[in-house]
């Protein structure tokens, strides 16, 4: 019995120690980590998909007809401008071209002879021994030897230039793509496509930006809630199907002022730099436009907000008696945003300035205005939210 009576009262001193134990771990603060918010410009990006295609897109055609003689370059070379692509059999356009200057020689022949009846005339005049016909028709001879001459020239000027034309040279730097005709091919002049050329440096990012979108942001713009800056100084941000970001950055060149009935959309253009043409025309890619920014807003990480019955919420690092307690405080939500590789929230009702929140430990926050306690220094955002300093609080 004695024994009983000792196993019943170390139960209940286990207990009551327990208890006691338990009682005073509750009434200690919880760790956690807290910064104190501050107005930041945050920047607005637009994320949209893109299509990239070369700056310069061209379609070789020839300007006279004639056979293929010879291909000079290699589907999918790299060439310069001024490169020869094609030379074209030239037999027969030499061969116009030597008639036609055989031809001006006897054109030439034929003024230098108008020349000379026109001078005999004159003399015949001033002795008045020739009509008056006779003269008028050895002015005309000239003046149509004169023509002729010019007509001869211009005719001889096209005979070179379509013997030159049988070199097709390329206009631009860029790559070529797989030809479309064979050596020993008849070609007519403006025909078909021999092969397309496209450069790739620099290079195009085309996208549509939705006109309800543009809009939105143009009332918010009128409300001084952002602020948008020129188009050229709206930049752009190209990312890759598996994640990862292209390292060159490119700007906003072009928008389209008509909106496109079909899509709703207006049309719109970034380009990039290219010097190791990385980036390929037909490539489906996701482009981040930047430049405008919400001028003192504030944002919170994305951790330190949380869902509840009532919505979005934070705690507040609120101070109550002598001690810090977690507060719940609703926040309205906007966008997200990347800020030096963090995710922050922009909230846009629900906090201000110099608000203290609890960022991380909200794990041990079992129930509202439990009391907690900074552990370590106070983390204090930059003013424009590129870097956190500290404090002791």
């Not at 922009?346 to 794990?363: C, E, T, Y």
């Amino acid at each position: 019995m004695y024994i009983n009576t000792v196993k019943r009262f170390l139960a209940l001193s286990i207990l009551l120690f327990s208890s006691y134990s338990y009682a005073n771990d509750a009434q200690q603060p919880v760790p956690v980590q807290v910064m104190q918010l501050s107005a930041m410009n945050v920047p607005v990006k637009v994320e949209l998909p893109t299509v990239l295609m070369g700056s310069e897109e061209v379609e070789i055609r020839a300007r006279v007809a004639g056979i293929v003689e010879k291909i000079h370059f290699k589907d999918g070379d790299q060439v310069k401008k001024g490169d020869l692509l094609y030379s074209l059999d030239t037999e027969q356009l030499e061969a116009t071209l030597a008639r036609l200057d055989a031809d001006q020689e006897a054109l030439k022949a034929r003024l230098d002879q108008a020349n000379r009846n026109l001078k005999r005339v004159n003399t015949l005049k001033t002795q008045r021994a020739i009509a008056q016909k006779d003269v008028d028709d050895a002015v005309s001879e000239q003046a149509i030897a004169k023509a002729d001459i010019l007509a001869g020239e211009a005719r001889l000027k096209e005979a070179s230039l379509n013997l030159n034309y049988a070199k097709i040279k390329a206009p631009i730097n860029g790559f070529v793509s797989r030809s479309l005709v064979s050596e020993g091919d008849y070609i007519q002049s403006a025909g078909d496509v021999l092969v397309n050329l496209t450069q790739l440096n620099p290079i195009y990012a085309r996208f549509s930006i939705p006109t309800r979108s543009y809009q939105a942001i143009q009332a918010e713009a009128m409300m001084g809630s952002v602020v948008l800056p020129p188009l050229s100084d709206w930049k752009a941000k190209l990312k890759f199907g598996h994640g990862q970001y292209y390292d060159q950055v490119g700007t906003v060149d072009f928008l389209d002022v008509k909106v496109d009935p079909l899509t709703g959309a207006q049309e719109s253009r970034a380009t990039f730099p290219n010097p190791n043409n990385r980036l390929q025309p037909g490539q489906y890619m996701r482009i981040f436009v930047e430049g405008a920014y919400r001028p003192n807003a504030i944002a919170v990480p994305q951790e330190a907000v949380l869902d509840g019955p009532q919505g979005k919420y934070v705690y507040r690092y609120a101070k109550q008696e002598q001690m810090y307690v977690a507060q719940p405080q609703p926040v309205q939500l906007g966008e997200w945003v990347v800020l030096q590789g963090r995710n922050y929230w922009v909230v846009l009702k629900g906090l201000v300035p110099n608000d203290q929140i609890v960022v991380s430990g909200h794990a041990r926050i079992f129930v509202p205005m439990t009391p907690i306690q900074a552990a370590g220094p106070l983390q204090v955002q930059g003013k424009d939210g590129e870097a956190l300093s500290e404090k002791s609080i």
